[in-house]
C-alpha cells in the first residue's frame, strides 16, 4: 500500500500539525524502527532529521539522513521510506510541506533574488529538476528554524505572516549553501511551464496509455507534446516510460514480496512477457533471478 504524504499525516491525530496558506508543517515522531513503507509525495518536503537516522531509497539509489542533516525532496517522488531509531529508542524529524504557489510566491515576492538570476544559477547540462537532494544543517539554517516555532503558537494577529517570513528565511539560507543550485534548478521548474508537464509524467508513467493517451491528457497536441516532452527530457516519451517503469518495478522487486506478475501489472505493463525481456536486456536478469538474488 503506498502512503501519499502530507495528506496521511495531516489527518492522523498522531502527529502535531500547523497548516498555513501554501504551506504544512508536521512533527513526526516514531518510538520504533519503519521497514520500508511505500511513499508519494503530492507536495514539496523539506525534512529535517532530529533523532535517529532516515533512509530513502529512490530509483535505486539509497540515501541516509542521520541526525542533524536535512532533505529537499520534490512533489511527485516516489520512494521507499525506512526509519532507524536513535539509542534512546526515538526518531523524530521536522517537516515542512511546501506547495508550488507558496514557492512561486516566495520566487516572486524577493526581489533581493530576481528571477533572472535565478535562472541563470541553474545547470546547463541538467536534464531534470532532481528528485532530492541533501544538505546540511548550517547555523544560519538552524537559526532560523529554531526561531521559527515559537509563532507556531503564537496567537498574534500578524503570527502567519511571520511563519511565512521564517520560512522563507529557511529558503534563502538553503539557496545559499552547497546544494543551492540544485534548489534554484527546482525552483526554475516550478516557475517554467515545464514543471506541469514533469509533474504530469511523474505522476502518469504507470497508466497503460499510449503517447497520443499521455499527450491528450496533459492538454497538448501529440506533435506539442512531443516536442516539450524532447525539450525537456531529452529522451523519447516510449524510451522515458519504459524506463521510469522499470526502475519503479526494480523498487517493487527488491523492497517488497509481491510477485512477478503482480508488479508488471503495478507498473503499467500489460503483456507480462514484454516486461521479463524489457527487464533483463536493462538489468541482466530476469524478475524473478532479481528476487531470488
Known amino acids: 500500500m503506498t502512503i501519499q504524504v502530507p495528506e496521511t499525516l495531516e489527518q492522523s491525530e498522531q502527529f502535531y500539525t500547523v497548516k498555513l496558506k501554501g504551506a504544512s508543517y508536521v512533527e513526526y515522531r516514531q518510538y520504533r524502527e519503519q521497514k520500508r513503507n511505500e511513499v508519494t509525495l503530492s507536495t514539496n518536503l523539506l525534512g529535517i532529521v532530529l533523532d535517529g537516522a532516515k533512509i530513502l531509497h529512490i530509483d535505486g539509489v539509497d540515501y541516509r539522513?542521520?541526525?542533524?542533516?536535512?532533505?529537499?525532496?520534490?512533489?511527485?517522488?516516489?520512494?521507499?521510506?525506512?526509519?532507524?531509531?536513535?539509542?534512546?529508542?526515538?526518531?523524530?524529524?521536522?517537516?515542512?510541506?511546501?506547495?508550488?504557489?507558496?514557492?512561486?510566491?516566495?520566487?516572486?515576492?524577493?526581489?533581493?533574488?530576481?528571477?533572472?538570476?535565478?535562472?541563470?544559477?541553474?545547470?546547463?547540462?541538467?536534464?531534470?529538476?532532481?528528485?532530492?537532494?541533501q544538505l546540511n544543517v548550517s547555523p544560519f539554517l538552524k537559526a532560523g528554524l529554531e526561531s521559527l516555532f515559537p509563532h507556531f503558537d503564537h496567537h498574534h494577529i500578524h503570527a502567519s505572516s511571520l511563519v511565512k517570513l521564517k520560512l522563507y528565511e529557511i529558503l534563502l539560507s538553503i539557496l545559499g549553501s552547497e546544494a543551492g543550485d540544485d534548489f534554484s534548478h527546482i525552483l526554475n521548474s516550478i516557475y517554467s511551464q515545464k514543471s506541469d508537464l514533469i509533474?504530469?509524467?511523474?505522476?502518469?508513467?504507470?497508466?497503460?496509455?499510449?503517447?497520443?493517451?499521455?499527450?491528450?491528457?496533459?492538454?497538448?497536441?501529440?506533435?506539442?507534446?512531443?516536442?516539450?516532452?524532447?525539450?525537456?527530457?531529452?529522451?523519447?516519451p516510449k524510451k522515458w516510460v519504459t524506463r521510469k517503469r522499470l526502475e519503479?518495478?526494480?523498487?517493487?522487486?527488491?523492497?517488497?514480496?509481491?510477485?512477478?506478475?503482480?508488479?508488471?501489472?503495478?507498473?503499467g505493463f500489460v503483456n507480462l512477457s514484454n516486461f521479463i525481456t524489457l527487464f533483463k536486456k536493462q538489468y541482466g536478469v530476469t524478475p524473478k533471478q532479481l528476487q531470488k538474488a
Do not use: W
Not at 526515538?90 to 516566495?106: A, I, N, T, W
Not at 497520443?212 to 506533435?223: F, I, M, P
Open 65 to 133: 539522513i542521520p541526525k542533524g542533516n536535512a532533505v529537499f525532496l520534490k512533489k511527485g517522488t516516489y520512494f521507499m521510506s525506512e526509519v532507524l531509531c536513535s539509542e534512546e529508542g526515538l526518531y523524530g524529524s521536522m517537516l515542512f510541506f511546501l506547495k508550488d504557489q507558496f514557492l512561486e510566491d516566495f520566487i516572486h515576492e524577493l526581489g533581493i533574488y530576481p528571477v533572472d538570476k535565478l535562472l541563470a544559477n541553474v545547470r546547463s547540462d541538467a536534464k531534470s529538476p532532481p528528485s532530492i537532494f
Open 199 to 236: 509533474s504530469f509524467m511523474e505522476r502518469s508513467f504507470i497508466e497503460p496509455n499510449s503517447v497520443s493517451q499521455y499527450a491528450k491528457d496533459s492538454g497538448r497536441s501529440l506533435t506539442a507534446f512531443k516536442k516539450e516532452f524532447s525539450d525537456t527530457f531529452h529522451e523519447s
Open 248 to 267: 519503479r518495478a526494480h523498487m517493487l522487486l527488491t523492497n517488497t514480496d509481491r510477485n512477478v506478475t503482480e508488479v508488471s501489472y503495478d507498473v
